[in-house]
Protein backbone atom coordinates (compact mmCIF):
# COMPACT_ATOMS: atom_id res chain seq x y z
CA UNK A 1 0.00 0.00 0.00
CA UNK A 2 3.05 2.35 0.51
CA UNK A 3 4.48 1.36 -2.34
CA UNK A 4 1.35 2.06 -4.67
CA UNK A 5 1.47 5.64 -3.09
CA UNK A 6 5.01 6.72 -3.15
CA UNK A 7 4.32 5.70 -6.88
CA UNK A 8 1.39 7.98 -7.13
CA UNK A 9 3.33 10.83 -5.92
CA UNK A 10 6.33 10.33 -7.97
CA UNK A 11 3.66 10.33 -11.01
CA UNK A 12 1.96 13.88 -9.75
CA UNK A 13 5.68 15.59 -9.39
CA UNK A 14 6.62 13.92 -12.96
CA UNK A 15 3.56 15.46 -14.12
CA UNK A 16 3.67 18.57 -12.72
CA UNK A 17 7.46 19.03 -13.63
CA UNK A 18 6.45 18.41 -17.10
CA UNK A 19 3.82 20.96 -17.00
CA UNK A 20 6.37 23.73 -15.64
CA UNK A 21 8.84 22.61 -18.00
CA UNK A 22 6.34 23.13 -20.85
CA UNK A 23 5.22 26.17 -19.74
CA UNK A 24 8.64 27.50 -19.44
CA UNK A 25 8.92 26.49 -22.88
CA UNK A 26 6.74 28.12 -24.28
CA UNK A 27 6.99 31.04 -22.84
CA UNK A 28 10.66 30.92 -24.14
CA UNK A 29 9.45 30.49 -27.51
CA UNK A 30 7.06 34.15 -27.16
CA UNK A 31 9.92 35.95 -26.26
CA UNK A 32 11.94 35.12 -29.28
CA UNK A 33 9.20 35.29 -32.00
CA UNK A 34 9.75 38.58 -34.14
CA UNK A 35 8.09 41.81 -32.67
CA UNK A 36 6.99 43.90 -35.25
CA UNK A 37 6.54 47.74 -34.00
CA UNK A 38 4.80 50.87 -36.29
CA UNK A 39 7.74 53.33 -36.98
CA UNK A 40 6.97 55.87 -34.95
CA UNK A 41 7.05 59.69 -37.22
CA UNK A 42 8.48 62.77 -35.52
CA UNK A 43 7.93 65.57 -36.96
CA UNK A 44 10.12 67.69 -34.92
CA UNK A 45 13.15 68.47 -37.12
CA UNK A 46 16.89 69.43 -35.38
CA UNK A 47 19.85 70.53 -37.02
CA UNK A 48 22.80 69.95 -35.54
CA UNK A 49 24.52 72.27 -33.68
CA UNK A 50 27.30 74.15 -34.82
CA UNK A 51 30.21 75.39 -32.64
CA UNK A 52 30.77 79.29 -32.91
CA UNK A 53 33.89 78.67 -34.26
CA UNK A 54 32.89 76.12 -37.23
CA UNK A 55 30.40 78.83 -38.46
CA UNK A 56 32.68 81.79 -38.49
CA UNK A 57 35.50 80.04 -40.50
CA UNK A 58 32.55 78.81 -42.81
CA UNK A 59 31.03 82.83 -43.07
CA UNK A 60 34.60 84.40 -43.71
CA UNK A 61 35.65 81.58 -46.28
CA UNK A 62 32.04 82.46 -47.79
CA UNK A 63 32.94 86.57 -47.98
CA UNK A 64 36.01 85.48 -49.05
CA UNK A 65 35.17 83.27 -52.42
CA UNK A 66 32.09 86.19 -52.78
CA UNK A 67 35.10 88.72 -52.55
CA UNK A 68 37.21 87.27 -55.00
CA UNK A 69 34.65 86.78 -57.23
CA UNK A 70 33.34 90.15 -57.44
CA UNK A 71 36.99 91.49 -58.12
CA UNK A 72 36.98 88.79 -60.93
CA UNK A 73 34.20 90.22 -62.25
CA UNK A 74 35.32 93.51 -61.83
CA UNK A 75 38.30 93.04 -63.53
CA UNK A 76 36.66 91.24 -66.33
CA UNK A 77 34.36 94.28 -66.84
CA UNK A 78 38.05 96.36 -66.90
CA UNK A 79 39.35 94.57 -69.35
CA UNK A 80 37.09 94.39 -71.42
CA UNK A 81 36.23 98.25 -71.23
CA UNK A 82 39.60 98.15 -72.22
CA UNK A 83 39.88 96.14 -75.22
CA UNK A 84 37.12 97.93 -76.90
CA UNK A 85 38.35 100.06 -79.75
CA UNK A 86 38.61 103.73 -79.43
CA UNK A 87 36.54 105.48 -81.91
CA UNK A 88 38.49 108.16 -82.84
CA UNK A 89 36.32 111.86 -82.89
CA UNK A 90 35.92 113.51 -85.73
CA UNK A 91 38.16 116.66 -85.51
CA UNK A 92 35.80 119.39 -86.73
CA UNK A 93 37.47 122.50 -88.37
CA UNK A 94 37.12 125.29 -86.68
CA UNK A 95 35.32 128.08 -88.44
CA UNK A 96 38.08 130.28 -90.14
CA UNK A 97 37.82 133.85 -88.81
CA UNK A 98 38.18 136.38 -91.89
CA UNK A 99 40.13 138.77 -90.98
CA UNK A 100 39.06 142.37 -91.59
CA UNK A 101 40.15 143.85 -94.97
CA UNK A 102 42.64 146.80 -93.93
CA UNK A 103 41.86 149.59 -96.35
CA UNK A 104 45.46 150.37 -97.51
CA UNK A 105 46.21 153.90 -97.07
CA UNK A 106 45.10 155.46 -100.71
CA UNK A 107 47.80 157.44 -101.99
CA UNK A 108 47.09 161.10 -103.27
CA UNK A 109 44.58 161.16 -106.27
CA UNK A 110 44.09 163.29 -109.16
CA UNK A 111 40.08 164.05 -109.49
CA UNK A 112 39.04 166.17 -113.21
CA UNK A 113 36.68 169.27 -113.15
CA UNK A 114 35.78 169.98 -116.59
CA UNK A 115 34.92 173.27 -117.85
CA UNK A 116 32.05 172.69 -120.69
CA UNK A 117 30.75 174.11 -123.75
CA UNK A 118 29.18 176.93 -123.80
CA UNK A 119 29.59 178.25 -120.27
CA UNK A 120 30.99 181.66 -121.90
CA UNK A 121 27.02 182.71 -122.68
CA UNK A 122 25.13 183.07 -119.33
CA UNK A 123 22.77 180.36 -118.33
CA UNK A 124 25.30 177.53 -116.93
CA UNK A 125 24.91 179.02 -113.43
CA UNK A 126 21.01 178.65 -113.23
CA UNK A 127 21.93 174.66 -113.49
CA UNK A 128 24.93 174.75 -111.30
CA UNK A 129 27.04 173.61 -114.47
CA UNK A 130 29.10 176.34 -115.35
CA UNK A 131 31.92 173.66 -114.25
CA UNK A 132 31.29 170.18 -113.84
CA UNK A 133 31.00 168.60 -111.28
CA UNK A 134 30.71 172.10 -109.38
CA UNK A 135 31.64 171.61 -105.89
CA UNK A 136 33.41 168.33 -105.11
CA UNK A 137 35.11 166.96 -101.89
CA UNK A 138 38.70 165.75 -102.07
CA UNK A 139 41.33 164.95 -99.55
CA UNK A 140 44.42 166.73 -98.66
CA UNK A 141 47.29 165.90 -101.20
CA UNK A 142 45.01 165.05 -104.06
CA UNK A 143 45.09 166.63 -106.99
CA UNK A 144 41.98 168.81 -109.45
CA UNK A 145 42.42 168.99 -112.50
CA UNK A 146 40.59 171.43 -114.76
CA UNK A 147 40.36 171.05 -118.85
CA UNK A 148 38.88 173.62 -120.79
CA UNK A 149 36.77 171.86 -123.14
CA UNK A 150 34.75 175.11 -124.12
CA UNK A 151 36.05 177.30 -127.39
CA UNK A 152 36.56 180.59 -125.27
CA UNK A 153 38.91 180.49 -122.98
CA UNK A 154 38.58 180.84 -118.97
CA UNK A 155 40.19 181.32 -116.06
CA UNK A 156 40.15 179.07 -112.25
CA UNK A 157 40.67 181.84 -110.15
CA UNK A 158 40.51 180.83 -106.29
CA UNK A 159 37.94 183.53 -104.54
CA UNK A 160 34.50 184.97 -105.52
CA UNK A 161 33.15 187.25 -108.02
CA UNK A 162 32.29 189.59 -104.95
CA UNK A 163 35.35 189.98 -102.92
CA UNK A 164 37.29 188.44 -105.49
CA UNK A 165 40.38 186.48 -105.90
CA UNK A 166 42.00 184.95 -102.65
CA UNK A 167 45.42 184.55 -104.07
CA UNK A 168 45.15 180.64 -103.23
CA UNK A 169 45.57 179.30 -106.95
CA UNK A 170 45.22 181.07 -110.21
CA UNK A 171 45.22 179.69 -113.87
CA UNK A 172 45.17 183.22 -115.78
CA UNK A 173 43.49 182.80 -119.29
CA UNK A 174 43.01 179.23 -120.04
CA UNK A 175 42.78 178.67 -123.76
CA UNK A 176 40.83 175.63 -125.49
CA UNK A 177 41.60 172.66 -125.16
CA UNK A 178 44.15 173.62 -121.87
CA UNK A 179 44.15 171.67 -118.54
CA UNK A 180 45.09 173.74 -115.56
CA UNK A 181 45.97 171.80 -112.01
CA UNK A 182 46.56 172.79 -108.14
CA UNK A 183 47.15 170.03 -105.61
CA UNK A 184 45.24 170.87 -102.42
CA UNK A 185 47.85 170.50 -99.05
CA UNK A 186 45.56 172.06 -96.58
CA UNK A 187 42.01 170.86 -95.33
CA UNK A 188 39.46 173.87 -95.56
CA UNK A 189 36.83 175.10 -98.45
CA UNK A 190 38.27 177.02 -101.32
CA UNK A 191 35.72 178.42 -103.29
CA UNK A 192 36.54 179.66 -107.19
CA UNK A 193 35.38 181.66 -110.40
CA UNK A 194 36.29 182.68 -113.58
CA UNK A 195 37.17 186.27 -113.92
CA UNK A 196 36.19 186.58 -117.62
CA UNK A 197 32.80 184.87 -117.09
CA UNK A 198 31.94 185.99 -113.28
CA UNK A 199 28.75 183.86 -113.59
CA UNK A 200 31.02 180.88 -113.60
CA UNK A 201 31.52 179.52 -109.76
CA UNK A 202 32.35 176.40 -108.50
CA UNK A 203 33.89 174.70 -104.79
CA UNK A 204 36.17 172.38 -103.28
CA UNK A 205 36.00 170.99 -100.20
CA UNK A 206 39.47 169.41 -98.99
CA UNK A 207 39.12 166.96 -96.05
Avoid at 70 to 91: G, W
Avoid at 104 to 113: A, F, L
Avoid at 195 to 205: E, F, I
Amino acid sequence: MAGIDKAAIALTLAIVVIGVGFTFYMSGVQDTAPVVRAPSVSTETSEPEASSSFGADLAEKVKSETTKQAEKTVEIKEKAVMEKPVMEKPVMEKPVMEKPVMEKPVGPKTHSVEIPVGTSVPGCEDTDSCYLPANITINAGDTVEWPNIDTAAHTVTSGSPAEGPSGVFDSSLLMADATFAFTFEDAGEYDYFCMVHPWMVGNVSVN
